[in-house]
């Protein structure tokens, strides 16, 4: 039916090096992602060599130091990558975004010897990771996690369960939260777990909505036993740790939505632009034409927010309100434009003929990972208002 290809996004680089980098990706997103996208996430199938080949291709550390095999990239740059992976395949955006997120504490917190034993590997030796924080009791109130990390002379013992991990029970490794102190957020320490560490077992993955290909599942730890040398920043650091790896993550998020939504847009202008009915095509129509106008605004609204965002973490200035923000508009304008889009298919958006119903499916879950929306209005508040009185 649709006959008009999408034109690919004019985004504002900083460099040429950031302009190839853009064109790799787009021809990575169309040979190797897009074609087998809706046959995968229909069979739940995780597509676990595009990862191998997007380390090989030097993507998987981006906005790392490239001493420890990283890309020197920012963020800016880097979160256009990820909204062009996203608009591909949201399981492949995600992850990248999930393994940028479990790589931060160590290049972030870690120290030099931690750094340069553990970082090429991670960066671009073809490891995926995942991020452990939140548990089955333990969600939005990350601080009050139950997750043991006990101290056993040069070793620490881990026990307890991590839950909504994704790459749960396939990540080569692990960036766990644990606790080794006090109740509360000061009393939590970060760890670096290998994947196939003894006592280390992925359960059943969740049986989800939307991102079938990508596994999300409950990760647990029966005594796993680590070095003091994979404890990453200082005792009682990792809730600061935690989040300052969420302000970034969130941008991440934010990406891969806009990414998504792009995908629906150009499917929907597509649509509307090459069915006919009364004799002309639908994209004639002023209910249609101003509902794929709406969409557009908003696509470009979110992508100007989050790389606002991106560039004062660039400058090294703070950047969590703008997070936030970033966060909770552009994971409601994917749920809203990819919804939007089923409408404009019509009967035609609820199959899975056409890709816009499983691109509203995924949607959802981008409003919930990595804090629902309803905690960034508590996180932007915070910064306009002060902490609430109790």
């Known amino acids: 039916m649709p006959d008009r290809a999408p034109q690919p996004v004019d985004r504002q680089l900083p460099t040429d090096e950031a302009r190839d980098l853009i064109s790799l990706v787009r021809d990575i997103a169309q040979r190797e992602i897009a074609p087998k996208a809706a046959e995968e996430e229909d069979a739940g199938r995780f597509p676990r060599e595009v990862f191998t080949l997007l380390s090989e291709s030097g993507l998987l550390g981006l906005p790392y130091d490239s001493e420890y095999g990283g890309g020197d990239q920012p963020y800016e740059v880097y979160l256009q990558v990820l909204e062009e992976l996203a608009a591909a395949r949201l399981t492949v955006g995600l992850g990248v975004s999930v393994h940028t997120l479990a790589s931060y504490a160590l290049a972030a917190y870690g120290c030099k010897e931690q750094q340069v034993e553990h970082?090429?590997?991670?960066?671009?030796?073809?490891?995926?990771?995942?991020?452990?924080?939140?548990?089955?009791?333990?969600g939005s109130d990350a601080a009050s996690l139950r997750t043991k990390a006990v101290r056993e002379g040069d070793d620490w013992v881990i026990s307890g369960t991590k839950a909504w991990i994704t790459h749960g029970g396939i990540a080569d490794f692990y960036t766990v939260m644990a606790r080794t102190g006090e109740d509360g957020p000061r009393g939590i320490t970060a760890f670096l777990v290998p994947g196939d560490a003894e006592g280390l077992s992925g359960a059943m993955p969740e049986k989800k909505m939307g991102m079938k290909g990508s596994p999300t599942a409950q990760v647990h730890f029966d005594g796993v036993r680590v070095p003091d040398e994979r404890r990453v920043g200082e005792e009682g650091q990792g809730f600061a740790i935690a989040l300052a790896s969420l302000d970034s993550g969130r941008l991440g998020i934010a990406a891969c939505a806009i990414g998504l939504a792009q995908a629906a847009l150009d499917e929907a202008v597509a649509y509307a632009t090459g069915r006919q009915q009364f004799g002309r095509p639908i994209a004639d129509f002023q209910g249609l034409r101003f509902m794929i106008a709406d969409m557009a605004t908003q696509i470009e609204a979110g992508r100007a927010l989050y790389l606002a965002a991106a560039r004062l973490r660039d400058a090294g200035r703070p950047f969590a309100k703008q997070a936030a923000m970033a966060k909770l508009h552009c994971t409601d304008t994917a749920m809203k434009v990819t919804t939007d889009a089923v409408q404009v298919l019509g009967g035609y958006g609820y199959t899975a003929d056409f890709p816009v119903e499983r691109y509203m499916r995924e949607a959802?879950?981008?409003?919930i990972v990595e804090g629902t929306n309803q905690i960034q209005r508590m996180v932007i508040a915070r910064h306009l208002a002060g902490p609430e009185t109790r």
């Open 119 to 138: 970082l090429p590997a991670m960066l671009g030796g073809g490891l995926l990771g995942a991020y452990c924080l939140s548990e089955p009791a333990s």
């Open 364 to 367: 959802k879950v981008l409003q």
